[in-house]
């Protein structure tokens, strides 16, 4: 595998990466007037912006039903391969990634759309490999949800069918529990002959062993109040899959507010989480989860609670703060974040023009010219 692709075409040691663009609403349950609506130009507006602005990549959410409530969060969603081919046609150098629901995806369309991106972006598609775990979006497909632990297994067999046809020159049989493919060519092979990024977030141990044998990076949770137990878990997950002869890089997501000072981002953050929640969608989220009322003692209080973790790990406030978070998610030996905001094109700007110049000075991002640029 070419070092390139590892590295996301440069060598910033903390990567930046935006989160759930292309769902309406991003990752926060919420109803402001300036929510994200996830149309095109405003998807193809955020991906330029970020590709000037030195970010490293892009991860969308796999996603095919949206959860109800007043906005109906994620309802409107893209598909992630097409709307990874789109943005990498309109950018130069970030990653952007697909969001691929393996039982959904017939592994030779999946494989061949894949190439297609890759070819589009000379050689910059990465892949997001999800199980799935929502009922209603099977229900939606007709495809039935197999047991948690057979998910991966079928996963399993469905990248290693794909690595063949990105990889094979000669027609190969695939013959499996779950797949038996007769005769298969795939043509052409990715750009350069290199392979995409694989990312996974599973966080069962299934989930963990899946990515250790088949991805170069895995996501976690970021634990701010135990920075120690967030470095431990890191460095456990890496050499556990350095004993499998692997180097796996281990990132994490959140979401950020970021406002000229700190006030000015909690009283935002304040209003995102209290009268900008989209409380019925929250509840529908946690219906799918198995949360109700009837099973959950202090279900009111949980419901109020929830906003924040609803976005994903938050990063509320001036310049220096988010700055100071970061370093401490890379002192933690993370490898970077990927993050969502209210609105993307509204908020990106100040993010590039204050953020990432404080994380230059830190030693942990490069100028981005003084990155190595890939052929
Ligand atoms: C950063 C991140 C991105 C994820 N993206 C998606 C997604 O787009 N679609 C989806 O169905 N699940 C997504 N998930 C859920 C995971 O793929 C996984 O199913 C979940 O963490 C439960 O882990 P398990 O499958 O090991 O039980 C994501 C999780 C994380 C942490």
Redesign the pocket.
């Known amino acids: 595998m070419s070092a390139d692709r590892y590295y996301m075409y440069n060598d910033n040691a903390f990567k930046l990466g935006l989160?759930g663009a292309n769902c309406s609403s991003g990752r926060a349950i919420n109803k402001l007037p300036e929510r994200w609506l996830a149309d095109w130009d405003s998807c193809e507006k955020m991906a330029k912006l970020a590709d000037e602005g030195g970010f490293d990549f892009i991860?969308?959410?796999?996603?095919w039903k949206g959860y109800g409530g007043e906005t109906d969060f994620q309802g409107t969603t893209y598909e992630t391969i097409t709307w990874a081919t789109g943005l990498l046609a309109h950018t130069k150098q970030i990653t952007v990634f697909g969001?691929v629901?393996a039982p959904l995806f017939n592994p030779m369309v999946a494989a061949k759309q894949m190439v297609t991106a890759d070819h589009v972006g000379h050689g910059r598609f990465g892949l997001?490999i999800?199980?799935?775990?929502?009922e209603p979006?099977f229900q939606m497909s007709g495809i039935k949800q197999r047991d948690?632990g057979d998910?991966?297994e079928y996963a399993e067999e469905w990248i290693s069918a794909i690595k063949r046809m990105w990889n094979d020159k000669e027609p190969f049989d695939f013959d499996e529990e779950y797949l038996q493919l007769k005769n298969v060519v795939a043509k052409p092979k990715l750009h350069a002959d290199t392979s995409p990024l694989i990312i996974?977030?599973?966080?069962?141990s299934?989930?963990?062993a899946f990515a250790m044998r088949h991805c170069h990076a895995f996501?976690?949770?970021f634990r701010e109040a135990d920075v120690k137990k967030s470095a431990e878990f890191v460095a456990k997950f890496k050499s556990d899959a350095k004993e499998l002869g692997r180097d796996v890089n281990v990132?994490t997501?959140g979401h950020v507010v970021c406002r000229p000072t700190r006030k000015e981002a909690e009283d935002y953050f304040h209003y995102l989480t209290t009268e900008g929640v989209d409380f019925a969608a929250i509840k529908e989220v946690l219906r799918l989860k198995n949360v109700t009322p009837e099973n959950t003692p202090d279900y009111d209080e949980l419901v109020a609670n929830l906003p924040p973790k609803n976005v994903g790990y938050p990063i509320i406030g001036s310049p220096d703060d988010v700055a100071e978070k970061f370093a401490r998610m890379h002192s933690a030996g993370l490898s970077g974040i990927?993050f969502s905001l209210v609105n993307y094109v509204d908020e990106l700007p100040f993010i590039i023009d204050e953020v990432i110049p404080r994380l230059e000075k830190m030693g942990i991002r490069k100028p981005a010219a003084q990155n190595e640029a890939v052929a």
Do not use: C, D, K, M
């Open positions: 989160f991860l969308p959410i796999g996603r969001t629901h997001n999800v199980v799935g775990w929502n979006e948690h998910r991966y996974n977030a599973g966080q069962s299934v989930g963990r996501f976690t949770n990132y997501q990927a």
